[in-house]
């Protein structure tokens, strides 16, 4: 679905961030996962780089 922002050429910085800002508002999904909430929250394994080697080597 596209859609279309007007702006006028003698429209001023002001008038045409709050029609960027409207316009991302009113085509903003609201689904999804907010994974931003949990960045930075999962410490319980550790090093991952160490994490990650330990789990490649079960299979061997």
């Given at each position: 679905?596209?859609?279309?922002?007007?702006?006028?050429?003698?429209?001023?910085?002001?008038?045409?961030?709050?029609?960027?800002?409207?316009?991302?508002?009113?085509?903003?999904?609201?689904?999804?996962?907010?994974?931003?909430?949990?960045?930075?929250?999962?410490?319980?394994?550790?090093?991952?780089?160490t994490?990650?080697?330990?789990m490649?080597?079960?299979?061997?």
């Amino acid at each position: 679905m596209a859609m279309v922002l007007l702006i006028d050429k003698k429209d001023k910085k002001k008038v045409i961030k709050e029609k960027v800002t409207e316009f991302i508002n009113k085509t903003e999904t609201k689904k999804g996962f907010p994974a931003s909430k949990f960045t930075g929250k999962l410490t319980c394994f550790g090093d991952g780089l160490t994490y990650q080697k330990s789990m490649r080597n079960e299979w061997e």
